[in-house]
């Protein structure tokens, strides 16, 4: 619609704001406190209280960006040249404010530009671009819209009660800053049909991008009043933060009952368990689902039950879990541990099994503090594991008697080797143990014949072919040309043996 039809069907049914909102914005909004000077008039203002000042020829003429102090007011003001650099001082503002006619709410979003231009007291130049009308019966939402390219402007009747994004260039932050005036609020919204918000719960929710978005959607679903009051704050909370419920609630159900999908029974042990307040919708749909047996054990075990809920992985922890007892004893058991995650039970179990226990033993399958339970097995683990490395990696090792240059060869025989040859070269050759363990690469080490506990250079062989793969110094540099010629020199060497059949434990 155009700005008169604007003016004519919206505008005009606006009622004033608060008349302490010029007031209010002067005081707490603008942010600077300045003492302006003009060095051609020889005049000085403070745009604190507007006192107005002669200045000497050249007093201030060094002032620009300190600090001085208000003759009038005694405020501290930062000196500003009125001729220097731009125009005059100017800041923007977003500011929301609130009107009601008895029945409707009114939410006014005025873009507000402020300028120091008259060298008097600030002047404020307003524009009204967002109004929002929120009553029982309906939520409505105006924007300007300004096309300042294509030259129209116009009102344009949007469906989506979020407030408008500030604007932005590009690269730069947005010079605006976002004010609420609240004061009078809750008079203002007792005269509207949104009375019953009026109080604590809004003073609360007074952030500039969902304060409109919650007004107006608890008209719109009296079903979130009806959870808020009802203890189930974060279900009624995610709606408006834009979550779908994904059916598990019934946003227009007229009881908590009916919005929850649930008998009154579990509504009340949902609460009395301190679950309501917490609880979101996929626990509230899986709940839905439960059995009425299994209602009652979620209750009790809710915590371990969530976190299974919510597991990434949770259908391989369940595999693991259901192979050695049931989901009931497992829920039971983790109630009582300080740590109620599925992963860590699980990596235990498989650790627990790696290392033969048997978990037939209520001891071993419920560990009495299951964390130092899992450390213990994972700690046995790893080492288990790397001394089964180490044997394979020495079965694999081929020794090389080769010299060249003041360069020595030693052959990786152990997990520790690579650990620490990757901790003093900073490259990666310790994630190779695996490999060098199922034969699959020959890991040496070139060190200089006079430093030989020194790691060097670290070079991975192919075992099959005698190819030197890769060759890596310190932080994965390249060859000097030296070891270029000793690397050349080497693999010659070893493919002279590997024809002789003198690599042979490589498999
Ligand atoms: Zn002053």
Avoid at 231 to 239: H, I, P
């Amino acid at each position: 619609m155009t700005k008169e039809e604007f003016i004519r069907d919206v505008g005009s049914r606006i009622p004033p704001a608060h008349p302490d909102t010029e007031w209010h914005f002067r005081e707490e909004c603008i942010r600077g406190k300045f003492l302006l000077y003009d060095g051609k008039k020889n005049k000085c203002v403070c745009t604190n209280c507007g006192y107005e000042f002669d200045i000497a020829p050249g007093e201030y003429s060094r002032m620009h960006g300190l600090q001085d102090i208000c003759p009038s007011c005694d405020t501290q003001a930062i000196c500003l040249s009125a001729g220097r650099g731009r125009k005059c001082y100017e800041e923007q503002h977003r500011l929301l404010t609130f009107a009601a006619d008895g029945k409707s709410l009114w939410v006014v979003s005025h873009d507000i530009l402020v300028r120091f231009e008259d060298f008097a007291r600030a002047q404020l130049y307003k524009y009204i671009n967002e109004v929002f009308e929120i009553n029982a019966d309906e939520q409505r939402h105006w924007r300007y819209k300004d096309g300042w390219y294509s030259g129209s402007q116009f009102w344009e009747e949007l469906k989506s009660l979020n407030v408008a994004p500030l604007p932005a260039a590009p690269y730069c932050m947005s010079k605006y800053t976002m004010h609420i005036f609240t004061e009078g609020i809750d008079e203002i919204i007792s005269n509207s049909d949104c009375r019953y918000l009026a109080g604590e719960d809004l003073r609360r929710r007074m952030e500039w991008s969902s304060v409109v978005t919650w007004i107006a959607m608890q008209m719109k679903y009296p079903a979130l009043e009806l959870l808020r009051k009802g203890g189930f704050g974060r279900l009624a909370r995610d709606r408006i933060d834009g979550f779908n419920y994904q059916g598990a609630v019934n946003i227009r159900g007229k009881s908590i009952e009916k919005s929850l999908r649930l008998p009154k029974k579990w509504v009340t042990a949902l609460r009395k368990a301190g679950i309501s307040e917490d609880i979101n919708s996929t626990e509230l749909r899986a709940f839905q689902k439960a059995s009425e047996k299994d209602r009652k054990f979620i209750v009790e075990n809710f915590e371990a039950w969530a976190d299974l809920l919510h597991s990434y992985r949770a259908e391989g922890y369940i595999h693991i879990i259901e192979g050695v007892t049931t989901l009931e004893k497992y829920y039971k058991y983790m109630t009582g541990q300080s740590r109620k995650d599925a992963v860590l039970y699980a990596d235990y179990i498989r650790n627990a099994k790696a290392l033969g226990w048997d978990l037939r033993r209520k001891r071993i399958l419920f560990p009495d503090d299951l964390v130092a339970a899992h450390d213990e097995a994972m700690e046995l683990y790893e080492a288990q594991k790397n001394s089964l490395i180490d044997k394979q990696i020495r079965e694999h090792a081929v020794d090389v008697d080769y010299k060249n240059n003041g360069l020595v060869i030693l052959c990786a025989k152990s997990q520790g080797d690579l650990n620490k040859e990757s901790e003093v070269l900073h490259h990666c050759v310790r994630t190779y143990g695996e490999r060098v363990a199922s034969g699959q690469a020959l890991i040496y080490f070139v060190r200089k014949a006079d430093e030989v506990m020194m790691p060097y250079y670290t070079l991975e062989i192919d075992p099959l072919t005698g190819v030197v793969v890769q060759c890596r110094g310190s932080h994965n540099c390249s060859m000097t040309p030296e070891v270029e010629a000793f690397r050349k020199g080497f693999e010659k060497h070893f493919q002279k043996m590997i024809k002789e059949g003198k690599t042979c434990q490589t498999a």
